[in-house]
């Protein structure tokens, strides 16, 4: 079998038709053996996280407030996000690792937070946060967001003056409109001056739904 | 710029199931898209640019369904009686796919086997098995079609073989 003749390069239809039969034996490949059948792609997020290769876990979460984009690292919840799945895949392929699988297992403690949270029977998410995704700055005024409690809010002059530039009311409202993992770090709690709901990544109606829900009275 | 690794998955399990299948036969088609799958994840990070990444995945199919076939090769069978020559199992149903044909396939040389099986077991044509394995689609032409001569020979062995027995 290992001997080579010299053999004229062919056009396509005449290699197929020089071995007509063969070839019609071998496209008579079964597709309906175990596994070949599948109606579904392979959930290889097992065999990943065994074997260390799950970089990202991400998965969908559908809650009072919308769809939630959920993922995880090692290090914790990277990303809880109003977004698109595929762009908040896309975007963690690039800063994080490429290798981003759907795996709801992973993500199950979370999720199991957020349908207490919803439920309003959980006031303090326990889930451990990444914020890789936050630039420097931004990470400082999330975090600072630990000292507001459920069912509280503050103003985004007074978050800037915790963080010592009470004249970065602006950069902290850009800060939290970054926030890469909406609802767990709580940037719903900051509102205007004036109490009034300035923007939100998931839109206003969401962030009132989410105060309310934490017992807030706002308009 | 690569793609979250879910994407490929997505675009291409099918293929990868039904060349792993081909290659591997139906006792390993699964271990071998696992295999597959695990050391395209293993490999995926390290990849410079997202261009032609079903030819990457393909590649890595074809090796591991390969890679498979080989270990089994060389692990021993316990066996109670000297093997006694038996018929090859050509187009015996449940035991090999394609009619037993691809377990002929699997005894090419790789680089025929590789390009028989994208040619066959996925219907590429020339261009995209030439791009898959990286020769010119000349080189793909000539590889499928040594292959298949080389086929027709062993085929016409096995069948006077099993006319002997």
């Known amino acids: ?219 | 710029m690569l793609p979250p690794f879910y994407e490929l998955v997505d675009a291409y399990w099918r293929d990868v199931a039904r060349l792993c299948l081909a290659m591997a036969g139906p006792d390993d088609g699964e271990d071998a898209a696992q295999r597959a799958w695990l050391n395209a994840l293993r490999a995926y990070p390290s990849l410079k640019h997202g261009r032609n990444l079903k030819g990457w995945l393909l590649t890595v199919a074809a090796r591991a369904a390969i890679d498979g076939h080989r270990d089994r090769a060389r692990r021993p069978v316990p066996m109670a009686d000297p093997p006694e020559r038996t018929s090859s199992g050509l187009g015996e149903p449940g035991v090999l796919p394609g009619d037993g044909i691809w377990a002929l396939v699997a005894e090419l040389p790789e680089r025929e086997r590789v390009a028989v099986g994208l040619r066959y077991a996925l219907d590429q044509p020339h261009a995209e098995i030439a791009a898959t394995i990286g020769v010119s689609e000349a080189m793909s032409r000539r590889l499928v079609s040594d292959g298949l001569a080389k086929l027709r020979i062993a085929l016409r062995e096995t069948e006077e073989k099993d006319k002997d027995d």
């Open chain 1, 1 to 219: 079998m290992t001997d080579r003749k010299p053999m004229p390069a062919l056009i396509d239809d005449d290699v197929d038709q020089v071995d007509a039969d063969l070839v019609v034996r071998l496209r008579l490949l079964d597709d309906t053996r175990p596994g070949a059948g599948a109606e579904t792609p392979p959930d290889l997020s097992e065999l990943a996280s065994r074997a260390g290769l799950l970089d990202v876990a991400i998965d969908a979460v559908d809650t009072p407030v919308g769809r939630l984009v959920l993922a995880a690292t090692e290090a914790g919840v990277i990303s809880c996000s109003y977004r698109d799945q595929d762009e908040v895949a896309s975007r963690l392929a690039t800063a994080v690792s490429p290798r981003v699988l759907r795996a709801p297992a992973r993500l199950d403690p979370v999720r199991r937070e957020l349908d207490e949270y919803f439920a309003g029977r959980l006031t303090r998410f326990t889930a451990p946060v990444d914020l890789r995704l936050a630039s420097e700055f931004s990470r400082r005024v999330l975090t600072a967001l630990g000292g507001i409690g459920y069912g509280t809010t503050t103003t985004y002059g007074a978050l800037a003056s915790r963080l010592g530039r009470p004249s970065a009311a602006r950069a902290v409202g850009h800060a939290l409109g970054a926030n890469p993992v909406c609802v767990i770090v709580p940037c719903h709690r900051v509102v205007g001056a004036d109490g009034r709901l300035t923007g939100y990544a998931g839109g206003v109606e969401a962030k009132q739904l989410l105060l309310s829900l934490e017992g807030r009275q706002v308009s």
